[in-house]
C-alpha cells in the first residue's frame, strides 16, 4: 500500500518535555507559550507546577536553550520563568543562559502578545534587591511591544528593597523557593486565577 506525501501537514518536532513545537499557523490563540531557564533546579521545577495547574488549555513548556527566540511569535499569551539575577548576570552568557537568549530576543516584534513573568528571588540573601531582574525582563518586554499581565501586590512579602516594584506592585510573580516553598502553590495559583482571564481578554 503506498501513501501519498502530505506536504501540507507542519512538521513536528518533540523538546525533551514532550512538547510538539510548531509553525506559528498551527498553534491555537488559547496556547500558552511557557519560557523558562536554567533547567534542572527550582526555575525548571516551578514551571511544571505552573503547566500542571493549568487545566483546560494547550500550554508547552520550553527550555529556551534548545529553541530559537523566534518560536516566541508562535504564541499570543506567553509565560517567562526565570531565575532573577540582574543586568550584569545577563550580560554574562557564562553565569546566565538568558544572556545569550535575550539578544535574539530583542530583534522581535512581540506587539500585542500577552507576557506575565515568574521570578525567583532569595529575601534572605537579598533583601535590598529582591527579585530585580523582574523590572530588567518587564522593561525588555515593554520595549518590544508585549502587554504585561500578572503583576502581583507586594503585600505578603518579605524585602527590603526591590526594584521591580511600582507603587506596591511586583512586575510578576516573585517566588522564594529557598525560604518559602511552601507558599509557592498558593501563590501560583493566585496568581493564575488573574493571569488566565487576562490571556482571554
Do not use: C
Request: charged share 30%; proline share 3%; net charge negative.
Amino acid at each position: 500500500m503506498r501513501f501519498m506525501e502530505n506536504k501540507e501537514q507542519p512538521q513536528l518536532t518533540a523538546d525533551l518535555e514532550g512538547n510538539y513545537l510548531i509553525d506559528k499557523e498551527s498553534v491555537g490563540e488559547r496556547a500558552i507559550g511557557l519560557f523558562y531557564a536554567p533547567s534542572g533546579g527550582s526555575v525548571h521545577k516551578v514551571a511544571k507546577r505552573i503547566k500542571q495547574k493549568v487545566k483546560g488549555r494547550k500550554i508547552d513548556m520550553l527550555y529556551i536553550r534548545n529553541i530559537r527566540p523566534q518560536q516566541f511569535l508562535n504564541y499570543r499569551n506567553i509565560i517567562l520563568v526565570s531565575s532573577t539575577l540582574g543586568k550584569d548576570a545577563w550580560n554574562n552568557n557564562e553565569t546566565d543562559e538568558w544572556a545569550a537568549f535575550l539578544p535574539e530576543l530583542r530583534k522581535l516584534d512581540l506587539d500585542g502578545r500577552r507576557v506575565a513573568l515568574v521570578g525567583l528571588g532569595n529575601h534572605v540573601l537579598y533583601p535590598n534587591n529582591f527579585v530585580d531582574g523582574l523590572a530588567d525582563l518587564a522593561d525588555l518586554i515593554e520595549e518590544l511591544g508585549g502587554v504585561l499581565i500578572g503583576k502581583t501586590e507586594a503585600d505578603g512579602y518579605i524585602f527590603n528593597m526591590s526594584r521591580a516594584v511600582k507603587d506596591g506592585v511586583f512586575a510578576g510573580l516573585p517566588l522564594d523557593e529557598d525560604n518559602e516553598t511552601g507558599k509557592t502553590d498558593a501563590r501560583i495559583e493566585k496568581w493564575l486565577s488573574f493571569v488566565l482571564p487576562a490571556m482571554e481578554s
